[in-house]
């Protein structure tokens, strides 16, 4: 590869994962431990929140749940036309989760816990999960028969064209993840190239930028996410948009109340 | 340096990583949606339930606020009808009352007038025959020392008298009869 010789010589690390085999199979040792980390402070801030809980006087954790609980309810709610028992907790987990994995790459621990959604094997995970509930979703609600036919429709000859954007789906959702994550930590690594006496302003600026990154990155995959299953029980063809519109008035009314 | 060979060094080709790190999710969303969102959902109805329960109490304060204020001016516009009625009810028996106490004044005067008028028409006819018995002795009593003879001769005496007497009364009529044209006036 052109890059290695330069990268080499600049000591950037990219896509390069501290490595183990087990049963013939290769694992990114960084990536687990830091998923695992990344894992067990999502359940310690439930769990934290779980031990306070209450309906009269909420802590400042339980707001924040509240509040996320709450977006993520409405939007389901507006999307699907009603609470999705499945969906809502997946948006939840999806949002809180990749978050607080984003920004792992704030802390600077020199490559001891990369964020976990810097690689693709996250990402992937993440997106095979959701696309897998989506269809699954999409057959119960449709049925076998609508299923199959929502990817002849407007027209049989836009099959090709259907089968690709199922398909282009969880790649996008993954790899835009991936991407920003990624880039970020690139992004870092550059700047740690600079003298140290001009290190530090474009790294505070940066890491704040990456903050707000990680933050919007969150957001779009669990919204999308949310906007995937609402796909799925409508379809986004003109059959399904005129379903859209039956559906419509529930959940404004819903919201008017 | 970990060691990489060319083949996995392509980032976006994923490697068994993978398998865990669908596990690992799978764990967070079950512990999520099993331990930390109902209480979530439960405390968020709860409150929701309090707020409108709240709102709920607050309409109907304001409801029983609203028929205090409309029977406290139902009755204070009964209490001014009340009020007007009884003034009118005052004015009419103040006038009645007017009315019968000037009744009585008048009939009250009208009765001390006549039993005056009466009283004094008795006087002058007690005078009158006072004055016949008593005036007829003396002017012939005085008559008789002046002229020097005696009047004794009752012929004489009474023919004078008479003629005196009436004269006086030919005088006290006139007397009489202006006084009740004045009095009439």
Redesign the interface.
Known sequence: ?IGDSLLAEAEI???????FT?LN????AD??WS??IA?LV??GL??W??SK????N?SKI?LM??AL??WVTVQVESNLGRVHPFV???A??LF??ILVANWFELIPSQHLLPS?TA????T???A??VIVGVHIFSVRERGLKGYVKHYFQPHPAMFPLNLIEELVKPITLA?RLFGNI?AGGIMLAIIGLLPIWALWFPNVIWKLFDMFIGLIQAFIFALLTIVYFGMASAGHSAAGDEHERAADPQPELSEAH | MPTTNLAESNFLVPNATFFVELFAFALVLLVLARYVIPPINKALTERQEGIRRQFEELEAAKADAEAAENQYRSQLVEARHEAARIREEAREQGAQIVVEMREQAQAEASRITAAASAQMDAERQQVLAQLKSEVGTLATDLAGRIVGESLEDEARKRRTVDRFIAELDGHSVEVEQSGTSMRQR
Request: glycine share 6%.
């Open positions: 590869m690390e990219i896509g390069e994962h501290k490595t087990f199979m290769t694992f990114n990536t687990i998923t695992v894992g999502v359940i439930g769990f929140m779980r809980v209450s309906s009269t909420p339980q749940w509240e609980v709450d809502v907790p997946l939840i987990a809180v989760f976990p690689d693709v094997n996250l992937y995970a993440l095979l999960l790899l990624f």
